[in-house]
């Protein structure tokens, strides 16, 4: 009898272990967040061969969706296996992430996206960061070249996208500069530190001067797109793209702001920028409709009152429940980590303790994936951009991206 029950209760623990929250101790919730990681990409890699093709998510079928090289999010999937390799140090993962990162190479001479800090400082800057190739800082100081072809001394802010219509047609956006900036700015700062040239400093400090003036609401909550006359600096409209409406609050809009203005502050040491960082983190932080998990809603503001939605919404469909964006979620854990290391006392162990329990609700059974789920990302629940009706409740390779940012840095905070 003892021995035909042997099999069953090994089988239920097995399923029980499988489908057990990772422990949110520090130590523990790191290394799992890794082995889980591991073994997701693991089957990720089994089924891709094509380096030339970048996972993005998944298609509404439930089949892995790629993106290509002169997309905004092709190198986070190199820049997910160079954080994956930092911390095991396993040959594999290199060579994974050696793959993927030198067929982004030609993005180097790209002038046409002002993306090129998600695309190279993600894959290249973490590759040169690791291995101290040369041939990698070359690339990056082309890169930093090509970003900074991109501004504007009239308008003192490097163009996000050239001259289109607004996304539903009813503005043309001449010179519009998107909140997401902030994170390319990064490539600049480095760029200055690896030639002597402080011209790049120059420009990211006057983008980070001018979104810090237009873009922040006196709340400090934030617009997604501002909307420049490029031959008189003239700000003529301000608009979102991604979010609920023009003055909502598009919650991973909030975190690249976070996120982006920390960094500054950690270049620059200019307490304006810090100051800012840290009243953007409040008011996502305390904001009413943070819920419990710290898992924000896609956009802050989505069904109240007075913000009005100027594109097709359809409430019915997703209001019950409204959607979460558990991509935001992992952008603001990264960078509660730094903004706690340059803040004091009481809210220096505020956004640790903030960070923290953002990064495990990221690591529950209800936003991490289990192996063979998920099309083999980490973090489910996230949202690209409802108002275009694409990419909702899905995982994304950013998302991923940030969670594991988000782990080495907790790791780093815990020395």
């Known amino acids: 009898m003892m021995l035909r029950r042997i099999p069953i209760v090994l089988l239920f623990f097995v399923v029980f272990t499988a489908f057990t929250p990772i422990d949110n101790s520090g130590d523990l919730l790191i290394s799992e967040g890794f082995k889980r990681a591991e073994q997701l990409y693991s089957d990720m890699l089994k089924e891709q061969h094509d ?22 999010t092709s190198g986070f999937w190199a820049g997910n296996l160079w954080y994956l390799y930092e911390y095991t140090h396993k040959q594999e993962w290199k060579d ?50 090509s970003l900074a072809s991109r501004y504007s001394p009239v308008t003192k802010t490097i163009k996000s ?19 997401d900036n902030m994170m390319n700015l990064e490539l600049l700062f480095w760029a200055t530190k690896a030639t002597g040239d402080s011209t ?27 909307n420049y006359d490029e031959k008189t600096g003239k700000v003529l409209n301000r608009e979102t793209c991604q979010g609920y409406a023009d003055n909502s609050t598009w919650a991973r809009g909030q975190a690249w702001a976070i ?28 904001n009413k409709r943070l819920p419990e998990d710290k898992i924000p809603l896609w956009d802050f503001n989505v069904n109240q009152p007075g913000y009005r939605p100027l594109w097709a919404y359809d409430r019915d469909k997703y209001s019950d429940p409204i959607p979460r964006d558990a991509s935001a979620a992992a952008v603001v854990s990264s960078a509660l980590f730094e903004l706690s290391d340059f803040s004091k006392g009481e809210q220096r162990a505020n956004y640790k303790n903030e960070a923290v329990q953002m990064l495990t609700s990221l690591s529950s059974s209800v936003y991490l994936a289990i192996p063979h789920t998920n099309d083999n990302f980490l973090i489910k629940h996230s949202v690209g ?31």
């Open 385 to 415: 951009s409802l108002p275009h009706h694409a990419e909702i409740d899905v995982p994304l390779c950013y998302a991923d991206y940030y969670y594991l940012e988000a782990l080495l840095r907790y790791q780093h905070a815990e020395k």
């Open 259 to 286: 996120y982006g203005f920390t960094m500054v502050y950690r270049e620059t040491h200019d307490k304006r920028f810090l100051e800012l960082a840290q009243h953007l983190a409040d008011f996502f932080l305390n």
């Open 96 to 145: 994974a992430a050696l793959a993927w990162t030198n067929t982004l190479a030609d993005n180097q001479y790209n002038k046409s996206t002002h993306d090129l800090g998600f695309m190279m400082y993600c894959s290249y800057g973490n590759a040169y960061r690791l291995t101290h190739n040369p041939q990698y800082k070359s690339i990056m100081i082309q890169s930093a070249k």
């Open 51 to 72: 380096y030339r093709l970048y996972p993005r998510t998944a298609n509404e079928d439930g089949t892995l969706k790629n993106t290509s090289l002169k997309e905004w």
């Open 161 to 179: 996208w050239d001259q289109r219509l607004s996304w539903d047609g009813k503005t043309m956006w001449h010179y519009p500069v998107i909140i």
């Open 200 to 226: 790049y400093y120059k420009i990211a400090v006057n983008h980070a001067e001018t979104t810090m003036k237009n873009h922040v609401r006196p709340d400090y909550s934030t617009y997604h797109v501002v």
